[in-house]
Nanobody, 128 residues
């Protein structure tokens, strides 16, 4: 099983940018589809972004389209989430997640239950 270690995050003002990174180890990273989720206090974990094994399929939740970019480097075993034009409603703990599976039509990429491995979470706080 892959282990995921996150970095990045912090406190920024609205309109600023942040970059989150997730480093994988312990297994062949290119065999995993990856996703980012976030969770605010009192709310369920929410899907943010998805990227398939070879980066050919990418999905975003509507509220971050045009502002966030997910990318992966299979040679460096990392997945990143570049977050631009941040808004106070983006405030949450962000998690990277991995599923040792390939993407197919009907794959429930936005369902946290699909993912077997999770990073430790990193806080993103956006002040207005």
């Amino acid at each position: 099983q892959v282990q995921l270690v996150q970095s990045g995050g912090g406190l920024v003002q609205a309109g600023d940018s942040l970059r989150l990174s997730c480093a994988a180890s312990g297994d062949t990273f290119s065999l995993y589809t990856m996703a980012w989720f976030r969770q605010s206090p009192g709310k369920e974990r929410e899907f943010v972004a998805f990227i398939s094994r070879t980066s050919t399929t990418i999905h975003y939740i509507d509220s971050v389209k045009g502002r966030f970019t997910v990318a992966r480097d299979n040679g460096m075993n990392t997945v990143t989430l570049q977050m631009n034009s941040l808004k106070p409603e983006d405030t949450a703990v962000y998690y990277c997640a991995a599923d040792r599976a390939y993407y197919y039509r009907g794959y429930r990429y936005n369902d946290p239950v699909k993912y077997t491995n999770w990073g430790q979470g990193t806080q993103v706080t956006v002040s207005s």
